[in-house]
T-cell receptor, first 111, second 114 residues
Framework: ELKVEQNPLFLSMQEGKNYTIYCNYSTTSDRLYWYRQDPGKSLESLFVLLSNGAVKQEGRLMASLDTKARLSTLHITAAVHDLSATYFCAVEKDSNYQLIWGAGTKLIIKP | DTGVSQDPRHKITKRGQNVTFRCDPISEHNRLYWYRQTLGQGPEFLTYFQNEAQLEKSRLLSDRFSAERPKGSFSTLEIQRTEQGDSAMYLC????????????FGSGTRLTVV
């Protein structure tokens, strides 16, 4: 059974600092997705990672995928308050388009 | 096309009533998905369609739940005889056939069963 674990589940940090959110998954998959969710809102797609070694960057966020280690990271550089949200990783199960989700990392960035 | 639309945004219903939600996907997308999300958790897969065919259903989808996608366009999710445990955000998403560009989610329907 495919399981997805994120850590930490909660992160409070100061503006200007760097940090990394980790996403581990239990069985082979080549597709991993990162989403952002603001309170009471839907899910906003951040990154689609489709192969081993994939690295994508958008602004202060950078995501990478290591399929051999079954690990993805979401790195935040010089955090700003607007990045406060809950971040989810999701892994595609058996290439059948069913996404298995982590529990989410609630990120609070203090000004 | 402005993305995935869901209606209603909020629904409050009494236990035992039936409710129906609608999802209009991005018109070029032929795959449509339903997920359920409870507070503080990641979404859970319920079912998905390729065009009008329902290809997979989760064990979470009890007999009280039914989804349709007539003509491969919009989809409806019906919950019969609602229970308090059905209270959640119901999210619809759509994608291209290959999903290489990811999944686009709607704003969701928040269901509260009282």
């Amino acid at each position: 059974e495919l399981k997805v674990e994120q850590n930490p589940l909660f992160l409070s940090m100061q503006e200007g600092k760097n940090y990394t959110i980790y996403c581990n998954y239990s069985t082979t998959s080549d597709r991993l997705y990162w989403y952002r969710q603001d309170p009471g809102k839907s899910l906003e797609s951040l990154f689609v990672l489709l192969s081993n070694g994939a690295v994508k960057q958008e602004g202060r966020l950078m995501a990478s995928l290591d399929t051999k280690a079954r690990l993805s990271t979401l790195h935040i550089t010089a955090a700003v308050h607007d990045l406060s949200a809950t971040y989810f990783c999701a892994v595609e199960k058996d290439s059948n388009y069913q996404l298995i989700w982590g529990a989410g990392t609630k990120l609070i960035i203090k000004p | 096309d402005t993305g995935v639309s869901q209606d209603p945004r909020h629904k409050i219903t009494k236990r035992g009533q039936n409710v129906t939600f609608r999802c209009d996907p991005i018109s070029e997308h032929n795959r449509l998905y339903w997920y359920r999300q409870t507070l503080g958790q990641g979404p859970e897969f319920l079912t998905y369609f390729q065009n009008e065919a329902q290809l997979e259903k989760s064990r979470l989808l009890s007999d009280r739940f039914s989804a349709e996608r007539p003509k491969g366009s919009f989809s409806t999710l019906e919950i019969q005889r609602t229970e308090q445990g059905d209270s959640a955000m119901y999210l619809c998403a759509s994608s291209w056939r290959t999903a290489n560009y990811g999944y686009t989610f709607g704003s969701g329907t928040r269901l509260t069963v009282v």
